[in-house]
């Protein structure tokens, strides 16, 4: 059996992050459904409100550890959250505080992953040949505009995007900066029905989350998308095989 030389070495303790994550957000998945649901927020929505107006800071604290403990253990309720985000803060600044819980969360789980695979698997991967490693080599050089592509593309599942770049060696920074810019629109969004519930309740309906697809938003968001794969184009029409 060879061993990469690069390849670095790693004990259980590496991957205790990974697969406290994974342990919590399997028991999630059968636990928390009815704690972090619309049916949740829409009965418990006085309370919320008259906890909120008495204590502003603790609300936002606590929120902001919820939300940021949904999206690193991947937990059911993630959407339920950016519209409690919107509800109990209104779209500004209820969107920012949306993105800053989800760029934390999402950093952590990150982490989690680089630091128990994404190390040993990114040194295989560089340490490989033919086709794989074009492909890895590709993925290094358009790193920015692949971060910010599965960002902005809605049919992208989050912890996927959260996931791949820790397997790739993506560095920290560009993982954290493209998080919280590319996942922007998409928060607006969310957040804006958020900010719309009291009427929603009010006439005993449930929220319209189908919006993001309708044309007047995802033709922007598409364009974004385009925007951020224009780069990648033009490298691969000047240095890639004549069309």
Do not use: C
């Not at 385009?226 to 184009?233: E, K, R």
């Amino acid at each position: 059996m060879t061993i990469t030389p690069n390849a670095p070495k790693r004990g259980l303790a590496h991957y205790l992050p990974l697969a406290v994550i994974v342990t919590v957000a399997l028991v999630g998945v059968f636990t928390l459904g009815d704690y972090l649901s619309f049916e949740a927020l829409r009965d418990n929505r006085a309370a919320l409100l008259a906890f909120r107006d008495e204590n502003y800071a603790a609300t936002l604290a606590v929120f902001l550890v919820t939300y940021v403990g949904i999206v690193t253990f991947s937990l059911p309720g993630a959407t339920v959250a950016t519209l409690t985000g919107g509800f109990l803060f209104a779209t500004f600044p209820g969107a920012l505080f949306n993105v800053t819980g989800a760029t934390i969360g999402a950093t952590l789980i990150f982490l989690a992953a680089r630091w128990g695979l994404g190390a040993r698997l990114g040194a295989k991967l560089e340490a490989s040949e033919g086709k794989v490693k074009k492909i890895k080599d590709g993925i290094d050089e358009n790193q920015w505009e692949m971060l910010f592509l599965i960002r902005l593309v809605p049919a992208v599942p989050f912890f996927v995007a959260n996931l791949l770049p820790a397997f790739l060696e993506v560095p920290l920074h560009r993982f954290v900066i493209t998080t919280f810019l590319g996942i922007i629109p998409g928060a607006v969004v969310f957040t804006s029905i958020g900010a719309g519930l009291g009427e929603v309740f009010a006439r005993g309906e449930t929220p319209d989350l189908g919006v993001i697809f309708e044309p007047h938003i995802l033709l922007p968001i598409l364009g974004l998308s385009v925007l951020a794969a224009m780069p990648m184009v033009v490298k691969a029409l000047r240095g890639g095989k004549p069309l």
